[in-house]
């Protein structure tokens, strides 16, 4: 299975931001976690990381027969792209949304997802963790 990963603003800061809220594990050491997951089970992970909505947005629009499932966290995004909503929607490629700090358990302006509705779910508070138990889920779903 082949995942495109894709991270919102700010994801490049992991480890440096907040950490008390997102950990100390660097963006780096993510995407080598999700390599080494995604290579233990046969797959293949692609991650990419803006602060550009645009630049997300393209790469939904490439991922296209390119790509069978897609991790997506917007960052802040998810909470007002309508963009990024639309481009999940233009596409086929089935995605899960997370976030790495349960967002429910936060201001509440963090507690509306505007790109959750099209997405197969979305999964918060279980930390880097979370983007795994995606992968998993496609992997046994096959979805």
């Known amino acids: ?7 919102g603003p700010n994801l490049n800061l992991l480890g ?19 390599n080494a997951f995604a290579a233990a089970h046969e797959s293949s992970v692609t991650c990419f990381q803006s ?6 947005i393209d790469q939904l629009h490439a991922a296209q027969g390119k790509f069978d499932a897609i991790i997506i966290n917007p960052g802040a995004f998810t909470h007002y792209s309508y963009a990024l909503l639309d481009a999940l929607q233009a596409i086929s490629v089935p995605a899960i949304e997370v976030h790495i700090s349960n967002v429910h358990r ?34 046994e779903t096959g979805k």
């Open 1 to 7: 299975m082949k995942f495109l990963v894709l991270n």
């Open 16 to 34: 440096q931001r907040e950490p008390g809220v997102y950990g100390s594990e660097s963006y780096d050491t993510l995407c080598a976690s999700l």
């Open 51 to 56: 602060n550009h909505e645009g630049a997300l």
């Open 106 to 139: 936060r201001e509440e302006f963090r507690h509306k997802s505007v790109t959750a509705p099209a997405c197969v779910g979305q999964i918060c508070g279980l930390g880097l963790y979370g983007y795994q138990a995606a992968m998993a889920y496609f992997l």
